[in-house]
Each structure stands twice: as C-alpha cells, then as structure tokens.
C-alpha cells in the first residue's frame, strides 16, 4: 500500500498527480478530481472533501444518472471475473460481498436485477458503512419503493459516502 498523504504533501501535487491519485475516488468520474484540484490548495482534509461533496451535489440530474450508471453491481460479474477497479475490487471484498452464498448471491442479483429494472441504474451504497450483507439486503428491499427521483438523490448521497472514505484512505488524517 503507499504511504499516506499529508496536507502538505496534498497541496504540493501537480495538477496532474492529483488527477491520478484521486481520478476513481468517484467510480471512474475522473472530473470530479480534475474539479476539485482547481480549488488547492485546500486548509484540511475535510474541507478538501467538503468540496468534492459539494461538486457532486450540484451536477445536474443527468450526470448524477451518468455516476450512477458508472458503478457496478455488488456481487455481481464484474466481481466473479476480477474486472472490478482497485477500489470498488477492496470495498466489496471487505464486505465479503465475493464469498456469499450460491443462495445469498442469487437473493442480491434478483434484487438488483429488480432494482435496475425500476430505476435504470444499479443499487448503490456506501458497504463499507452498511457491512453486513443482511442490512446491504435490506437496504435494497427498502430502497426499490422509492420514487426514482428519491433514489437519484440518496444514490448519489452514497456516492459521496464511498467518496470520503476512499480519500481518507489515501491520505494521513490523523
Ligand atoms: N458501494 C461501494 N462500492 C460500490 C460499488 O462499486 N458498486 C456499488 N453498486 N455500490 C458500491
């Protein structure tokens, strides 16, 4: 694993080195890194990541739909075949989303089957805060009643949940 980033360390990146290590802190959406790098030099970590938050809070509904649709399925092919990105690969593991069950994993593929059935985007959630594949289970089954335009809004909520924690993996905010 590389060594964490200090704030002093964050703030002297290239624009370029901050593109690259921060480019899939939102699943494969490098602009939101090449955003945010326009704002250093940043005062804290937390306002670093306040500013990516806020970045994806005013994107329009469409490329909220865009992010969305960007993110694979838990537990799903992508997962079994090893494709996954570095990050997605980590958080799904930890979870033990790729040593279900032959039953639990045939529960969450028809549940996000259904789901991306209903909203055209595949279910999203911060798993490393929802662990337990019981509440990732149950978050789905509450979920999919939701109108579309409520989804839109709480995937994207979990989109800047998994985006925290991966920044916060990669720097030193101790
Ligand atoms: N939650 C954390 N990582 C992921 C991911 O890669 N895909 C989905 N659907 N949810 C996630």
Redesign the pocket.
Known sequence: MRSKLSLEQLNALSPAEFHKLFENVV?SWSEAAIFCSAMAPFKSFDSMITIFENYLQRLSSENKLRILRL????AGKLLDTHQ??E??SY??TCAGLDKLSANDKDRLTKLNEKYKEKFGF???????EASKFEAILKGITERINNSPDMELEIGIN?VKK?CRLRILQLVNNL
């Open positions: 699943e993110h694979p399925d838990l996954l990105t990050e997605s958080e799904q595949p279910f999203v959630v911060c798993v490393r979990e998994i």
